[in-house]
């Protein structure tokens, strides 16, 4: 495959820009004026999982956050500063944890591969690989590695849902709802896992079925 120098990717942005307007002449006005999203997606950094194009949303629907292997981790300012701007001033009605499968990241951890100075980012999955160590020990790499990236959606949106900057605008009465989904790569296809948090009795009862 041939990828684009910088100048070809100028040359495609000015293209796109004068697509847009030719589809919507008030588009790039429009969109400078405010951004106001209804969603916060969490997800990873790898280059095939793009936000908006996933859900097929516009610039200006998704407010986002990527880092290796979509985690929220206590003392990580970067992301907790994203999730409180997008609650507190943005207002997001839904901030969604979205994990893939075959995540690098996350079979890593699985397989304890050293990778380099991201190995140390990655000892935040440790806890969630030692308490389900009987489940991902009974499966296949493979099927192994497919379980543990759901588990680690699931670990972290109870990680967000833990934090002050959500309780506190539940607190307050605002409606905050963490989704926790996965993205198949062999299939460009998003998946529900179901976990749903949207007060303090969904988070208890989700840290109970599910552990710590």
């Given at each position: ?44 950094a790898d280059s095939r999982v793009p936000a908006n194009q996933i859900v097929g949303?516009?610039?200006?629907e998704v407010f986002v956050h990527r880092n290796i292997a979509n985690l929220v ?47 140390n980012w990655l000892r935040h999955l440790q806890a969630a690989k030692r308490d ?81």
């Amino acid at each position: 495959m041939t990828y684009p120098e910088p100048p070809e990717l100028f040359e495609a942005n000015r293209a796109w820009a004068a697509k847009m307007v030719e589809d919507d002449p008030d588009f790039f006005a429009r969109l400078s004026e405010q951004q106001t999203p209804s969603y916060l997606w969490i997800g990873c950094a790898d280059s095939r999982v793009p936000a908006n194009q996933i859900v097929g949303l516009p610039p200006g629907e998704v407010f986002v956050h990527r880092n290796i292997a979509n985690l929220v981790v206590p003392s990580d300012l970067n992301c907790l500063s994203v999730l409180q701007y997008a609650i507190d001033v943005l207002e997001v009605k839904h901030v969604v944890v979205t994990g893939h499968y075959g995540c690098g990241g996350v079979k890593a951890a699985l397989l304890d591969q050293r990778v380099g100075l991201v190995d140390n980012w990655l000892r935040h999955l440790q806890a969630a690989k030692r308490d389900h160590a009987a489940e991902l020990e009974s499966l296949d790499v493979e099927d192994a590695h497919d379980r543990f990236c759901e588990i680690n959606v699931r670990c972290q949106v109870l990680n967000v849902a833990r934090t002050t900057v959500v309780q506190d605008a539940w607190a307050r009465g605002q409606q905050v709802q963490v989704h926790g989904w996965i993205y198949g790569l062999r299939d460009g296809l998003l998946q529900d896992l179901k976990v749903d948090v949207s007060s303090l009795d969904d988070l208890e009862t989700l840290t109970k079925t599910y552990g710590p």
